[in-house]
């Protein structure tokens, strides 16, 4: 069974930065970590959003309220996807999730989601 850890988060003024990590362990039985990437969800209840996701080949897409001020990466080696959140407004407050697209070895495909963490902006 994949876990997914992130880290990273807490409160920040705006025009701050912070840095999410989500390592994902029990990766025995994975043949491959396709897409990886971060959602978020603010308040609880709204739809999660896409907010920067990163596929194996490291081809990115971003949500367009982020673009210029986020930067998605990853290290395939560690199985840990980065989010560096630069300039953030208040407006980003939310409880961020990583999400990881998975094929296992007999080509069963799966999702798992992180338990996510919260980050908060203040202005």
């Known amino acids: 069974q994949v876990q997914l850890v992130e880290s990273g988060g807490g409160l920040v003024q705006a025009g701050g930065s912070l840095r999410l990590s989500c390592a994902a362990s029990?990766?025995?039985?994975?043949?491959?970590?396709?897409?990886m990437g971060w959602y978020r969800q603010a308040p609880p209840g709204k739809e999660r959003e896409l907010v920067a996701?990163?596929?194996?080949?490291?081809?990115?897409n971003y949500a367009d309220s982020v673009k210029g001020r986020f930067t998605i990466s990853r290290d395939n080696a560690k199985n840990t996807v980065y989010l560096q959140m630069n300039s953030l407004k208040p407006e980003d407050t939310a409880v961020y999730y990583c999400?990881?697209?998975?094929?296992?070895?007999?080509?069963?495909?799966?999702?798992?989601w992180g338990q996510g963490t919260q980050v908060t902006v203040s202005s």
């Open positions: 996701a990163i596929t194996s080949g490291d081809s990115t």
């Open positions: 029990g990766t025995g039985s994975i043949f491959r970590i396709n897409t």
């Open positions: 999400h990881a697209d998975t094929t296992y070895r007999s080509g069963l495909r799966s999702v798992y």
